[in-house]
């Protein structure tokens, strides 16, 4: 029995990718956006060549660096073989990602590199997101060599479901913020979506890093700039996936995680720039953006609030078309 998602799809408004392959500007757009994402990796290795691995204590190689321990290599040893691996594999995916083995080879490389940051007694969230889009990119389909519409079609699928699997990062943890609020407020506890929450949680990293970020102490004293910024972006998280079948909100939504990302590395210090990355490379050039973007219309399209004015307009409508009458 075959479903039909036409009425489902149509209530979302979510457009075409069938039509949008037959679209040669959408089509260049993806490719683009696909070596982007390889330029990004090539200087994320870099980054990593530079990173400082010799002072962190209590490793314990998580289960993807075995081979560490069978060939019984040391500490050293194995953060440099990690290393060199990212960065070779980073710069063969840049000059040959039209093939599926260099995309294979630099998806073996991210995750070892994670695992490698997993070993020091916590899971490293930061590589999630290049982890899950560069093992989806490894199935791309060759579109340099064979533009036919199928082949168009599923390209841009594979690119539409790397950008789903980060955007669905995104929701879960606004959810899990959320529910964490909700938890905290029952048992009158200061929260996440109170005025003071923001300020609380800066201190107590401020405290467990031992060292006062740029903006902090501004933060701190002002809690109700720090409070509603740190509620407007619960909810700009909740509702990441949302984007996936808004792409007009796609460019706006990355532009306020790089303002997120930009406001955590000045409160707390803490830098996210491997998230950060992978957001500015899958979507503030998305092929998904409408050509003919507008202002108005990402104002519609925002969850809740363009609910609202919508029918605000048609209610507006209405009356006009009866007083007319």
């Known amino acids: 029995m075959m479903v039909d998602f036409t009425a489902f799809r149509n209530a979302l408004q979510y457009p075409s990718l069938s039509e949008m392959a037959h679209d040669t500007r959408i089509m260049t757009a993806a490719r683009v956006l696909v070596a982007y994402y390889y330029y990004f990796l090539a200087f994320l290795s870099v980054l990593f060549l530079t990173s400082g691995f010799l002072h962190k204590v209590n490793f314990d190689p998580f289960w993807p660096l075995s081979w560490s321990s069978w060939l019984e290599f040391d500490f050293a040893t194995t953060v440099l ?14 000059l040959f990602h039209n093939t599926w083995w260099s995309r294979l080879l630099i998806f073996i490389a991210i995750w070892q590199v994670h695992a490698l940051e997993s070993s020091f007694g916590s899971m490293n969230h930061h590589w999630y997101g290049w982890l899950y889009t560069s093992l989806i990119f490894v199935f791309l389909p060759n579109v340099w060599r064979d ?25 879960l943890a606004g959810i899990h913020k959320l529910i964490t609020a909700l938890e905290q407020f029952s048992q009158n506890e200061i929260h996440g979506l109170s005025i003071e929450g923001f300020s609380y949680l800066i201190a107590d990293w401020n405290l467990k890093l031992q060292e006062e970020a740029m903006l902090a102490s501004f933060f701190i004293q002002n809690p109700l700039i720090g ?13 990441s996936i949302w984007i996936m079948v ?4 796609q460019k706006v939504w990355a532009g306020v995680m790089l303002l997120f990302y ?9 830098s996210f720039h491997p998230l950060l990355i992978l957001v500015l490379a899958l979507f503030l050039h998305s092929p998904f953006i409408p050509e003919d973007n507008s202002f108005s219309r990402m104002v519609r399209d925002l969850p809740i609030i363009g609910y609202i004015l919508d029918a605000r307009r048609r209610k507006m409508q209405t009356s006009g078309h009866q007083r007319g009458i």
């Open 262 to 270: 930009a406001g955590v590395f000045l409160t707390m210090g803490i």
């Open 81 to 94: 073989i990690v290393k060199l691996f990212f960065l070779a594999a980073a710069f063969l995916s840049l």
């Open 246 to 249: 808004r792409p007009s909100l």
């Open 227 to 239: 409070g509603t910024l740190f509620i407007c972006n619960i909810f700009f998280q909740i509702f």
């Open 147 to 171: 533009e036919s519409w199928n082949t168009s079609r599923t390209f841009l699928l594979s690119i539409w479901f790397a950008q789903a699997s980060v955007a669905l990062l995104y929701t």
